[in-house]
């Protein structure tokens, strides 16, 4: 959620800065700060709101300039979204400013015996806490780096925090617990992000730190060491991907770009996926097939988007391999007291790899013997390094906090286990896998196909601006396009929207249908023609009730015509594979939608690209 950035090297901090907490503005925030080293005393500034209100806030009252600082944009967790409780916060004598990502549970505590102290805090956030610790840590002698092991062994949660002194100007002091936070490694300078999009613009070499690890940072060295003061080390790796990724490329919004990068994203995520003999081959997967073989249960946890492409992850590994799938929420999976054992493989999907209820998940599964493999797109990232194995999807950046090309890169990522794990178990033979392949290669051509009629989505989208609730049905694979059809007009259009499996309707749902109400109706192909004739009588029954139908349909299925208010046609591919192509008009749909009530389709309300606590 929150962005974070740190600088130490030659240039003017506030500008490295202040651009680098820009491109961080898609994690979804409320309000922004920065503080610098100056003359032995932190220069610090915050204000509530977008970015810009702090960019306003420094030309009335100018920074001084330094080449250290650190800065952040906050999503509320403690204390409301204003001035007082954005981010820096300082301890009481002003040498030392922290920021903060995550949550410290027991800060109630040891706020209480700080006020018992006579420490005053200004704020309501769990962050000046950890100010007025690392201050007092400073003052009695320790440098910031010792200052800052001291203090994250006496925190309980899961935490980024980012520290400079204003005595000791050239080093910045980071620590890491199950939150996000890379290391940029420069010429004469380097640097702090929540993510790499934090200084892309300056350096593409990275370091990725363990877990409960504390990075200084200077101009010319980078330390890690662990919370108890052992000497450690990160991983580096090069970014992949530039700047020019990150920016919209001519389109109105990031969401926008990136809907129409999704044929790029998927043939990326399908490139070398097979050898030389046509064998599937998955390189990050580190699970031998004698493992894979020990298998008898999956258990998918996910949370929103990631969520769905559980749900049709589950029939493709089902139908392809015979093995039983559980679909879990990843917050309510630990607490349920799942059954797990050491032949259940547990598959964790986070587009960012950092999501605080599916890690927290995955290491319970840990502690269970379970073997557990992760789904993400972000390298290096928190849930892959604590999983037995990777699927990376290769979808390049996503800016948008709705899921757009992730989510496709992430059904793609699906398949692929599903075929995989059906090729080591041997419940399909190679000329079937193969076929199977076969199709999904020809996808990106087929959603190329639907991007390319994206002026009558659009068109539909602006004869639905009035509307105050739209309902989704499906079945089958269908069902869960459904749901995300909906979640996308909930996330950006702040509507009221439903998805339903179109066989539930007669048990409740239908009560919703009145007169003029827009019902998107995903059509399964007509090869399944059980399936198909289900789905014409859920479209019959809201119709007959004045709702007005938008099918998407494959095309040529002319059956469909006659109860359709408007056809949608999307290219024929197999069912299973039928997500990748139908949920695309949703997409523009939403977007298109959004865009026309007025709202920031890139930063909605109230959201966050990616959920860092529980």
């Known amino acids: 959620m929150c962005g974070i950035v740190g600088y130490v090297g030659h240039r003017q901090a506030e500008g490295v800065v202040i651009e680098g907490l820009r491109r961080l503005e898609y994690r979804g925030y409320d309000s922004a700060g920065i503080a610098l080293a100056h003359d032995g005393r932190v220069a610090s500034d915050k204000r509530a709101g977008k970015l810009a209100n702090l960019e306003k806030a420094m030309i009335d009252h100018p920074l001084p300039q330094a080449t250290t600082g650190i800065g952040h944009t906050r999503w509320a967790t403690h204390g409301a979204p204003n001035d007082v409780n954005a981010h820096p916060h300082l301890g009481s004598t002003g040498r030392l400013a922290v920021v903060h990502n995550g949550i410290i549970e027991?800060?109630?505590?040891?706020?209480?015996?700080?006020?018992?102290?006579?420490?005053?805090?200004?704020?309501?956030?769990?962050?000046?806490?950890?100010?007025?610790?690392?201050?007092?840590?400073?003052?009695a002698g320790a440098d910031l780096t010792t200052a800052m092991q001291s203090v994250c062994r006496r925190l309980r949660g899961a935490f980024t925090l980012v520290a400079l002194?204003?005595?000791?100007?050239?080093?910045?002091?980071?620590?890491?617990?199950?939150?996000?936070?890379?290391?940029?490694?420069?010429?004469?300078?380097?640097?702090?992000?929540?993510?790499?999009?934090?200084?892309?613009?300056?350096?593409?070499?990275?370091?990725?730190?363990?877990?409960?690890?504390?990075?200084?940072?200077?101009?010319?060295?980078?330390?890690?060491?662990?919370?108890?003061?052992?000497?450690?080390?990160?991983?580096?790796?090069?970014?992949?991907?530039?700047?020019?990724?990150?920016?919209?490329?001519?389109h109105d919004w990031f969401m926008r770009k990136e809907?129409?990068?999704?044929?790029?994203?998927?043939?990326?995520?399908?490139?070398?996926?097979?050898?030389?003999?046509?064998?599937?081959?998955?390189?990050?997967?580190?699970?031998?097939?004698?493992?894979?073989?020990?298998?008898?249960?999956?258990?998918?946890?996910?949370?929103?988007?990631?969520?769905?492409?559980?749900?049709?992850?589950?029939?493709?590994?089902?139908?392809?391999?015979?093995?039983?799938?559980?679909?879990?929420?990843?917050?309510?999976?630990?607490?349920?007291?799942?059954?797990?054992?050491?032949?259940?493989?547990?598959?964790?999907?986070?587009?960012?790899?950092?999501?605080?209820?599916?890690?927290?998940?995955?290491?319970?599964?840990?502690?269970?013997?379970?073997?557990?493999?992760?789904?993400?797109?972000?390298?290096?990232?928190?849930?892959?390094?604590?999983?037995?194995?990777?699927?990376?999807?290769?979808?390049?950046?996503?800016?948008?906090?709705?899921?757009?090309?992730?989510?496709?890169?992430?059904?793609?990522?699906?398949?692929?286990?599903?075929?995989?794990?059906?090729?080591?178990?041997?419940?399909?033979?190679?000329?079937?896998?193969?076929?199977?392949?076969?199709?999904?290669?020809?996808?990106?051509?087929?959603?190329?196909?639907?991007?390319?009629?994206?002026?009558?989505?659009?068109?539909?989208?602006?004869e639905h601006a009035d509307a105050r609730s739209v309902l989704f049905l499906g079945r089958h694979a269908g069902y869960p396009v459904a749901l995300e059809g909906a979640l996308k007009l909930k996330e950006i259009a702040y509507l009221h929207a439903e998805g339903f499996a179109a066989g539930e309707l007669k048990h409740g749902p239908i009560a919703l249908v009145e007169p003029g109400l827009p019902v998107f109706c995903i059509v399964p192909p007509r090869g399944r023609d059980q399936l198909h004739e289900k789905m014409v009588s859920g479209i019959q029954e809201v119709r007959a009730r004045g709702a007005r139908t938008l099918c998407i349909a494959e095309e040529g299925d002319e059956s469909i015509r006659p109860y359709a208010d408007v056809l949608v046609p999307v290219p024929a591919v197999p069912v299973l594979l039928q997500p990748l192509v139908s949920v695309v008009p949703l997409q523009l749909f939403a977007c298109e939608l959004a865009t026309q009530l007025g709202h920031d389709v890139d930063q909605p309300r109230n959201l966050a690209k990616s959920v860092t606590v529980e």
């Open 106 to 139: 027991n800060f109630a505590a040891l706020r209480d015996d700080l006020e018992d102290a006579g420490h005053e805090m200004l704020s309501e956030t769990d962050t000046e806490v950890a100010a007025h610790l690392l201050e007092l840590e400073v003052c």
């Open 165 to 250: 002194d204003a005595e000791d100007p050239g080093r910045v002091v980071a620590a890491r617990r199950s939150s996000p936070l890379v290391v940029g490694i420069g010429e004469g300078e380097n640097f702090l992000g929540s993510d790499v999009a934090a200084f892309i613009e300056h350096t593409r070499e990275a370091l990725e730190l363990e877990q409960d690890q504390v990075v200084t940072i200077t101009a010319d060295a980078v330390s890690v060491s662990g919370f108890d003061g052992t000497p450690g080390e990160g991983r580096r790796y090069h970014v992949d991907w530039d700047l020019a990724a990150a920016e919209k490329d001519g």
């Open 259 to 462: 809907i129409h990068e999704q044929p790029r994203a998927v043939a990326e995520s399908l490139l070398g996926r097979r050898n030389a003999e046509g064998l599937l081959q998955l390189d990050e997967m580190r699970l031998s097939d004698d493992d894979l073989r020990d298998i008898d249960k999956i258990i998918i946890i996910a949370a929103g988007t990631s969520f769905y492409a559980g749900m049709v992850a589950k029939y493709a590994i089902e139908h392809w391999t015979r093995i039983s799938v559980e679909v879990e929420l990843a917050s309510e999976f630990r607490y349920r007291d799942p059954i797990l054992t050491h032949s259940t493989l547990v598959v964790a999907i986070s587009q960012s790899g950092e999501t605080a209820d599916t890690l927290q998940a995955i290491r319970h599964a840990r502690v269970q013997r379970s073997r557990v493999l992760a789904i993400c797109n972000t390298n290096g990232s928190t849930i892959p390094r604590e999983s037995d194995g990777v699927i990376y999807t290769h979808a390049g950046p996503e800016i948008g906090v709705a899921s757009t090309k992730g989510f496709l890169t992430q059904l793609v990522a699906c398949y692929l286990l599903a075929l995989y794990l059906a090729q080591v178990k041997g419940t399909r033979y190679g000329d079937e896998i193969a076929q199977v392949m076969d199709q999904l290669d020809r996808m990106p051509a087929h959603i190329q196909t639907v991007l390319d009629a994206d002026e009558s989505i659009y068109a539909l989208a602006r």
